[in-house]
């Protein structure tokens, strides 16, 4: 079982429990911080004999003097014969006001300790927090890999509103819950008897009566030197008993003095395990810890219940989404056999879509996660569809896929690995280029070679089958239908038109940002929030494949923007040229993380060509840091296709861009295309390189590979290129 399953079942079986844990512990962590208020002013270095001193004066009687954690002073002493405890004031010894413990907080304890259950309780909420500590610690490890490392643990977190929810409110508070799942299992097993504090029973002491008069607190050598911060407790000798002894307790251990010589009479130092527990207490509890660490507490507990509503509804969708694979035949009987590796289950329509064309074909077919690999005599031909996760890895269900391949022997059928990734990042698809050469170290044969599909494109795949087609010989169509999500309706409200080139009109699309409620964004409804730079899907009528466009737009913005060029032919451009304001589309948000701009002060190199303009513009309208940005932007002709020229002007002049580069092609004295623009640059470019700048490359394919072979020839001076920037998450494209 993998951490998303520790991590997931722990966490729907034991949600209840742990919010009352959580909640309760919210409320005592707030406890420490009321009575800090409490406490009287500084007073930590007043030596503990001036304290008696002050107190005998104002309190007759007094029996014991302790010092709380939260620093307040509470003296318990006889009146005759009824007993009180009364707050003091260290500084002059006066009384300010009676001491009495809340109700709340001492139910709340017992609420959190024992769950109202005596000893019985005490074990649930031992195991709980046993439960809280893995549930945590699996937490961190899906978290450092839905990140892709410590390093980038920082960066902005994308997806849904649970999603979201979810991995910010871990990301702040999953080394808190971490601690206090470890204090609370050690404290646990102290009050079960599995750690014992004390090391042995108290000495048998008695003052030595000598008939000389009692040694005043004042002229006690050891009451002087220890400090009222140290201190725990004092006890009085009784004044009942002659022999009695002062007994005073620090944070050290106990030490018991005649009360007639004030010598020592015997020490008994606190045991390494109560130390222990006193630490724990703290960093549990906020106990005797400065007031943040205890509001860190609070918080922490009371987002337990948001940690599990929000991952309730993740898994709620998740299993919505769960691939359910027709017509699947037993593997002993299938002679074709698909293995998946798929994170968050899109690859499983991929398989879907494989694996039914197989069947029409008259194939009985298999198809199983990939950690189930395997190829008996009946298999004529073996596919595995490995999507990559986080910096390069498996997904979390076949980490151990790769070691299970390793130890079988290879079978005489051909295995064909089709990959899935993003090539924004640098490890594009690295775990099916790992497994694919595993496979041929091993002696496995292929049909075909080794495909990677980018950002899960439809038309990549449909070339893959015609290509699987011809190699087996027979009539092979896969109709993949993505698994869409919920679409939203977005209206239009205005639009820019331009006129293009040879009959390539374009439009600047403008939709009103739709009202929704949290509840509906909390459980993945309506249009997820997104930057400029993701991707949005318009579902055109008549067509259940989305089209993807880049978004000149954030929710920061309150509207929704993209750049369309309408392409002959082209279903969805043609229905998007037409729209008129108040007409509506079908869509959906889908997040290209590997393009998004950190924030930083960074310069950034933005380059594009045509409607690529698009997310570069979004990227500049919210650059608020006024970070450096630079635009090259490459179009046809200036009065015809320069997308976004009023914009641009003005941010120009807000300081949101800082230098602005134009190559038009097809004017004279236009200045060619954006790759002339960048050499013309060359010197202005390298420095900005060099001290660290970003690049970010949108447009066509042909444009995108024009630009990094300009690049890796400007760079060359440095001993860099587009391949070491990419490598270091320096340089992203976003090509179409």
Excluded at 371 to 399: D, I, K, M
Excluded at 578 to 601: K, T, W
Excluded at 668 to 682: F, H, K, N, T
Aim: aromatic share 8%; hydrophobic share 45%.
């Amino acid at each position: 079982m993998g951490w998303k399953s520790v991590h997931r079942w722990l966490g729907l079986a034991l949600g209840t429990l742990a919010m009352v844990l959580g909640l309760s512990g919210a409320l005592l962590a707030f406890d420490p911080v009321q009575q800090a208020w409490q406490a009287p002013g500084d007073a930590d270095t007043l030596p503990v004999a001036a304290l008696v001193q002050r107190v005998q004066q104002t309190i007759p009687g007094i029996e014991e003097v302790r010092r709380l954690p939260s620093g307040v002073i509470v003296v318990y002493s006889f009146e005759g014969d009824q007993a009180r405890a009364v707050r003091i004031d260290p500084a002059d010894g006066a009384v300010l006001g009676p001491y009495q413990a809340s109700a709340l907080p001492r139910w709340v304890k017992n609420l959190h300790r024992t769950l109202l259950a005596g000893d019985t309780g005490r074990w649930g909420a031992a195991l709980t927090a046993l439960a809280m500590l893995v549930l945590s610690g699996s937490g961190l490890v899906l978290l450092l890999r839905r990140m892709g490392g410590w390093r980038r643990l920082g960066a902005r977190v994308r997806g849904t509103l649970a999603q979201r929810v979810h991995v910010v409110t871990g990301r702040i508070v999953l080394a808190v819950l971490l601690l206090t799942s470890v204090t609370a299992l050690y404290m646990s097993s102290t009050t079960l008897g599995l750690v014992s504090l004390d090391a042995a029973p108290e000495p048998e002491v008695a003052s030595a009566v000598t008939g000389q008069g009692e040694r005043a607190a004042g002229d006690i050598a050891l009451l002087r030197q220890v400090a009222l911060q140290d201190l725990r407790a004092l006890n009085f000798p009784n004044a009942s008993d002659p022999e009695d002894a002062w007994k005073l307790t620090t944070r050290d251990g106990a030490t018991w003095l005649d009360r007639y010589s004030g010598e020592p009479l015997a020490t008994q130092p606190a045991t390494a395990a109560q130390q222990l527990y006193n630490l724990a207490l703290m960093l549990h509890a906020g106990e005797g810890a400065w007031w943040f660490w205890a509001v860190v507490l609070g918080l922490a507990g009371a987002s337990v219940p948001l940690f599990w509503v929000s991952g309730v509804l993740i898994w709620w969708r998740a299993r919505q989404d769960r691939p359910r694979i027709t017509n699947n035949s037993a593997p002993a009987q299938a002679d074709m056999l698909i293995f998946v590796a798929s994170e968050g289950g899109s690859t499983w329509g991929f398989a879907q879509a494989l694996h039914d064309a197989l069947v029409r074909a008259g194939h009985r077919v298999h198809s199983a996660p990939l950690e189930q690999f395997q190829a008996g005599p009946g298999a004529r031909q073996v596919f595995v569809l490995a999507a990559t996760y986080g910096e390069g890895q498996a997904p979390a269900h076949a980490s151990g896929a790769l070691a299970r391949i390793a130890a079988l022997k290879a079978g005489a059928a051909p295995v064909t690995v089709l990959g899935f990734g993003d090539r924004q990042f640098p490890a594009y698809c690295a775990f099916a280029n790992e497994l694919d050469a595993l496979l041929r170290e091993r002696g496995w044969p292929a049909l075909l070679p080794l495909e990677r599909i980018h950002q899960q494109s439809a038309q990549q795949f449909a070339r893959w089958g015609e290509a699987l087609a011809t190699a087996l010989g027979e009539a092979l169509v896969l109709d993949y239908r993505p698994r869409l999500p919920a679409t939203t309706a977005l209206t239009l409200v205005s639009r820019q038109d331009y006129a293009g080139i040879e009959g390539q009109s374009a439009v600047i699309l403008r939709f009103a940002w739709p009202a929704q409620s949290a509840w509906d964004r909390l459980r993945g409804r309506g249009l997820a929030r997104f930057a400029a730079g993701d991707l949005i899907a318009i579902v055109p009528p008549g067509s259940p494949v989305p089209r993807y466009y880049s978004l000149a737009s954030g929710s920061e913005d309150g509207f929704v923007e993209i750049c369309v060029r309408h392409l002959a032919g082209g279903l969805c451009s043609s229905h998007l040229i037409g729209l008129q304001p108040g007409e509506q589309v079908q869509a959906f948000i889908r997040e290209n993380p590997g393009f998004a701009l950190p924030a930083s002060r960074r310069p950034v190199l933005l380059i594009g060509a045509g409607t690529g303009v698009a997310p570069l513009a979004g990227f500049i309208r919210r650059n608020d840091r006024r970070a450096p940005m630079h635009l090259w932007f490459g179009a046809r002709d200036p009065a015809r296709d320069y997308y976004f020229k009023p914009e641009i002007e003005r941010w120009q002049g807000e300081g949101r861009v800082a230098s602005v580069r134009t190559a038009f092609s097809r004017v004279p004295d236009g200045g060619g295309y954006v790759q002339d623009a960048l050499r013309r640059d060359a010197e202005r470019v390298r420095s900005l390189i060099a001290r660290g700048a970003l690049v970010r490359v949108c447009g066509s394919r042909p444009m995108a590979r024009g630009v990094a072979e300009t690049l890796d020839t400007l760079l060359s001076a440095l001993g860099l290129s587009v391949a070491q920037l990419k490598a270091r998450g320096r340089y992203a494209e976003d090509v179409f």
